[in-house]
């Protein structure tokens, strides 16, 4: 069982910058796939980035390449979103999660462990 905590989230000015973090416990960190998602007001859970077990392979949706960057530190059980130009779009609650063992990395249906969540709000 992976319990898994979000935090660095925030109010921040559109072209600002926030950095994400993501705590695991309870699971052996290096063997999962790890992904970060988010969910707006009245809109589904969407795919932001994912990152494979060792962090060689990274992916990521085409609203967010090339700002945002998903890195992980399996030696301190953590995994980071560095959210760079950030836009009013991107407001919403950021939730990390630990992928299924054999499944893909981008739907959320491929991930069993979820975070509670952090609210990022992007001011226009």
């Known amino acids: 069982q992976v319990q898994l905590v979000e935090s660095g989230g925030g109010l921040v000015q559109a072209g600002g910058s926030l950095r994400l973090s993501c705590a695991a416990s309870g699971g052996t960190f290096r063997t999962y796939g790890m992904g970060w998602f988010r969910q707006a007001p009245g809109k589904e859970r969407e795919f932001v980035a994912a990152?494979?077990?060792?962090?060689?392979?990274?992916y990521y949706a085409d609203s967010v390449k090339g700002r945002f960057t998903i890195s992980r530190d399996n030696g301190k059980n953590m995994m980071y979103l560095q959210m760079n130009s950030l836009k009013p779009e991107d407001t919403a609650v950021y939730y990390c999660a630990a992928a299924i063992p054999g499944r893909g990395l981008i739907g959320t249906n491929n991930y069993d462990y979820w975070g509670q969540g952090t609210q990022v709000t992007v001011s226009s």
């Open positions: 990152i494979s077990r060792g962090g060689g392979n990274t």
